[in-house]
């Protein structure tokens, strides 16, 4: 079965970077498409980003886009998450997610597989 476990998150201030990391295993990694969702307290879970099983196609949210980027390593087995002039609205904690599949969702229900979390909490 599918493992995922998320890393990297912590606390940082408005205009600062932060990199997740999703580590995978179980299965192999190249025939997974990868997302990444966020849930802030109070709110429904939000699609961030995709990334498709080569790493040549990408989606992100509207509210990252332009200030996150998703990438993986295939070699590795990991996910990324770079996100960078934070802002106190991108607190929450951050999940990786992924689906046995060729095409990229944007929908938390097409994803199957998930990890724990990591919490980010960006400082006004």
């Known amino acids: 079965q599918v493992q995922l476990v998320e890393s990297g998150g912590g606390l940082v201030q408005t205009g600062g970077s932060l990199r997740l990391s999703c580590a995978f295993s179980?299965?192999?990694?190249?025939?997974?498409?990868m997302a990444w969702f966020r849930q802030a307290p109070g709110k429904e879970r939000e699609f961030v980003a995709v990334?498709?099983?080569?790493?040549?196609?990408?989606d992100y949210g509207a509210s990252v886009k332009g200030r996150f980027t998703i990438s993986r390593d295939n070699a590795k087995n990991t996910v990324y998450l770079q996100m960078n002039s934070l802002k106190p609205e991108d607190t929450a904690v951050y999940y990786c997610?992924?689906?046995?599949?060729?095409?990229?969702?944007?929908?938390?229900?097409?994803?199957?597989?998930w990890g724990q979390g990591t919490q980010v909490t960006v400082s006004s």
């Open positions: 179980g299965r192999t990694f190249s025939t997974y498409v």
């Open positions: 990334i498709s099983r080569s790493g040549g196609s990408t």
């Open positions: 997610a992924a689906r046995n599949d060729a095409r990229v969702f944007r929908v938390e229900s097409q994803y199957n597989n």
